[in-house]
């Protein structure tokens, strides 16, 4: 199924920013960042931007790029492995192994 005009903008931003990035970084810190924008897409685009740029799609849902003005990203860790429950109203619940986590932050501290 293609992707809707925002979705395909969002992802080329996201796509854009990750190569920007891994430029800046090693090899294995470019991997992370890369896995964890596959995490964001598969749990969180439908909420939240993920992008440098875009508005979230729900009000409710702040910009990951703005994350890191409300929250140590890092603290976000623990919530993260012990599963978030509600961030904002509309947030499903999820859970994120090790490996997901640390991923998930790279891609946020990414952002910056």
Do not use: W
Request: charged share 20%; net charge positive; hydrophobic share 45%.
């Amino acid at each position: 199924m293609p992707l809707k005009p925002r979705a395909a903008t969002a992802a080329a931003a996201v796509a854009g920013a990750v190569v920007v990035t891994a430029l800046f970084q090693s090899p294995a810190q470019a991997q992370r960042v890369q896995r964890g924008v596959v995490i964001a897409r598969t749990y969180c685009v439908s909420g939240h931007s993920i992008d440098k740029v875009s508005p979230s799609p729900l009000k409710a849902a702040p910009p990951f790029r703005d994350l890191h003005k409300k929250y140590s990203v890092e603290t976000l860790q623990e919530a993260l492995a012990e599963g978030i429950v509600t961030g904002h109203p509309s947030m499903p619940e999820f859970k994120f192994d090790t490996d997901q986590i640390g991923d998930f932050i790279a891609f946020l501290n990414s952002l910056r």
